[in-house]
């Protein structure tokens, strides 16, 4: 197993046709069990804005979504009306968790074509969707678990998301914390098919490797994993794939494993512009954050350098740095925010760094594993 490779070459697939150009990240679609509160709780402590619904009252039988949004994240959450659905299935054996990571595209009928001609399975066949706000087109594959990409098409779309929905009218008193796209979706993936998920995304999507690490790079005493960041033509879309790696105790990514029960999406790491008085908001409204000891910030301007933020405010928030060739970026990591430890939220700032933070890593894990822990699954 290769070491670090953090210098891997810059973006090459400019030079390259590009067989699946992807504008951004859409929407991410969660399978939940109470879309109503979901949606409130990503209203009142995340800032999203509620955007649009479908239910009963647009003519829906079986499903309602709620829409939000903050800037460019747009969060869908997805209950089952009915019993034995695959929506109240896929919330039965997973937990509350992301069923749809969508990609906005020009073209979703060649998106499609492109890559089941490559091996992805086919989820969502090309479909035209209408209403009085104009034409989207979808298509869909499966991805890792139960979790599949739909690719989007909306160019002649001007509604609130997509035909069948209404604008959502509601009470809204949620303010926007200053959180503005999704940097990266973190995949975690079954003991031994990190390889193979790299390989899916370089092959079948186009994807290249942006980084990879393996447990000599992330490990503490107790736990390891190993990690491979594949990246599309422009870098808008990045997933890092983690596989558990045999450690003294159960690390994180088997953890999640064992809860999740199968692969599945352990993080969504959403970009701010001031990640001071975007965490600062967010721990007022009550989420909660992974903490590194004092000492992690002792040694700190000694391992990044200078920065433009004081080091004591970083402490009292719990924000953590890391630097590398191009920059450095800043970093926090909120507990699970459902009842099982699935998935949580990463929130970023990046100062011209490109990487993912791995010198945090070691610090990071140590506190997770406290967690685990008092959680009596370490
Ligand atoms: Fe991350």
Same mark, same amino acid.
């Given at each position: 197993m290769q070491n670090a490779t953090d210098k891997q070459p810059k973006k090459t697939l400019s030079q390259d046709v590009d067989f699946l150009p992807i504008n951004g990240t859409d929407y991410v679609e969660f399978y939940v069990s109470n879309a109503k509160q979901a949606a409130y709780f990503y209203q009142m402590a995340f800032g999203f804005q509620p955007v649009a619904y479908a239910g009963l009252e647009t003519g829906l039988k079986d499903r309602v979504s709620y829409v939000v949004q903050q800037n460019k994240i747009r969060f869908v959450l997805t209950t089952s009306l009915e019993p034995d659905t695959d929506i109240g299935r896929?919330? !039965?054996?997973h937990g509350d968790g992301v /069923?749809?990571?969508a990609l906005w595209v020009d073209d979703a009928r060649k998106s499609f074509e492109e890559t089941t001609k490559r091996g992805a399975e086919p989820y969502m066949k090309p479909r035209e969707e209408k !209403?009085?706000?104009? /034409?989207v087109v979808r298509s869909g594959i499966h991805t890792y678990g139960d979790t599949v990409h739909i690719f989007v098409e909306r160019e002649e779309y001007n509604g609130p998301f997509l035909p069948g929905f209404?604008?959502?009218?509601t009470v809204n008193k949620?303010?926007?914390v200053g959180l503005k796209y999704v940097d990266h979706m973190v995949g975690n993936v079954n003991w031994g098919e990190m390889n193979k998920w790299a390989k899916f995304y370089a092959e079948v999507m186009g994807f290249q490797q942006l980084i990879s690490f393996d447990d000599k790079d992330i490990s503490t005493e107790y736990s390891a994993l190993m990690s491979k960041v594949m990246t599309n033509g422009n870098e808008k879309i990045k997933f890092p794939i983690n596989e558990p790696a045999k450690g003294k105790k159960k690390s994180q990514i088997e953890e999640f494993i064992d809860f999740y029960k199968d692969s599945g999406v352990q993080h969504i790491a959403l970009e701010t !512009? !001031?990640?001071?008085s975007t965490v600062t908001e967010l721990q007022n409204r009550g989420i909660e954050f992974l903490r590194v000891p004092h000492a992690y910030y002792e040694e700190l301007l000694d391992r990044v350098g200078n920065i433009?933020?004081?080091v004591?405010?970083?402490e009292e928030l719990g924000i953590l740095v890391d630097r590398d060739e191009d920059g450095y970026l800043l970093q926090i990591f909120s507990k699970p925010v459902e009842p099982r430890p699935t998935l949580f939220f990463e929130i970023i700032q990046r100062k011209g760094a490109r990487s993912f933070g791995k010198g945090n890593f070691k610090a990071l894990f140590e506190a997770i594993e406290r967690e685990q822990e008092s959680r009596g699954t370490l």
């Open positions: 896929h919330v !039965d054996k /069923k749809v990571i !209403d009085s706000y104009g /034409k209404k604008k959502w009218e949620s303010e926007p !512009d !001031d990640i001071v433009d933020e004081q004591n405010t970083l």
